[in-house]
């Protein structure tokens, strides 16, 4: 199966360039099936239905959130009308909605896609991670019922992504972390049959501050003071994200690679100094 995982979508630039160039990405590389993260689609932090079913329509088959799931109150309701959005299996127990569910691919082919939440420097308390992920492996075992099995882990700290790739090696074809925006250079399958990124990167604007304006995160570093909010980068996006290859039979990875879409010429042209 060939499968395109995107990271974490950041605002107007990032859900438009998914809305207009993701159709024909996934038509050229004859897509089976793509998991988009759209924890920041949205302001740059949550994701609303609307902007939810762009994500969708562009060819997403399912959205995943993150820390960020519920900024926008109006995904509480949405999550649990719309199984194609996944909220980290960690999150709370008592949220709404789902953080692991088996989808349908093309063939009669399932695909488990499966979200949690680091503990290691997030903001909030979240429950183990590891823990909460082991019984849906085991419940889904790839090359099973199962052909693949995707695993977006959610969480700032490298060390912990590390763990998890690990852990899940021989279980998941893929282990992709999200959170920190900027992509990693350790795209590999391990021994296994897992492929294994530490950050998928995101899909924004790159002349930014993780996806931000520069100016107020620059002013709080500088400074140590706030002045405003802070307002995702509207420059052209790049979408940042990994392909991946699975064998259907055992649904061991088969390759694993980083996968990067600049925008078009003539927007970058555009692009603020
Ligand atoms: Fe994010
Ligand atoms: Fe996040």
């Not at 795209?187 to 996806?211: E, F, K, W």
């Not at 100016?215 to 405003?228: A, I």
């Not at 802070?230 to 690679?257: H, I």
Request: proline residues 6%; glycine residues 10%; aromatic residues 6%.
């Amino acid at each position: 199966m060939k499968l395109l995982f995107l990271g974490d979508v950041v605002g107007r630039a990032g859900r438009t360039a998914v809305r207009d160039r993701l159709p024909a990405i996934r038509a050229a590389r004859r897509l089976d099936f793509v998991v988009v993260n759209g924890e920041n689609a949205t302001g740059g932090a949550g994701l609303s239905p609307d902007h939810a079913r762009i994500l969708l329509e562009a060819g997403a088959d399912v959205v995943t959130l993150g820390d960020h799931a519920f900024d926008q109150r109006d995904m509480l309701q949405f999550v649990e009308s719309e199984p194609r959005v996944l909220r980290p299996l960690n999150y709370a127990k008592a949220a709404p909605g789902r953080g692991a569910r088996v989808y349908d691919a093309p063939g009669g082919r399932k695909v488990l896609v499966a979200q949690a939440l680091g503990q290691v420097f997030m903001k909030r308390p979240f429950d183990d991670p590891f823990s909460a992920l082991d019984p849906v492996l085991k419940q889904h075992p790839r090359g099973g019922l199962v052909q693949a099995s995707l695993v977006d882990f959610h969480c700032e700290a490298t060390s912990e992504k590390n763990a998890m790739g690990w852990y899940c090696d021989g279980r998941a074809s893929l282990v992709v972390g999200t959170h920190t925006h900027v992509p990693t250079a350790d795209a590999r399958v391990l021994p296994g049959g897992t492929a294994y990124q530490t950050d998928a990167g995101m899909c924004g604007d790159y002349a930014s501050i993780i996806g931000m304006d520069r100016e107020e995160p620059l002013r709080r570093f500088l400074t140590g003071m706030s002045k405003g909010r802070f307002a995702p980068a509207e420059g052209a996006a790049t979408l940042c994200g990994l392909l991946v290859e699975t064998d259907d039979r055992t649904g061991r990875a088969t390759s694993v690679e980083v996968f990067r879409d600049e925008p078009p010429i003539a927007d970058r042209e555009a692009l603020p100094s």
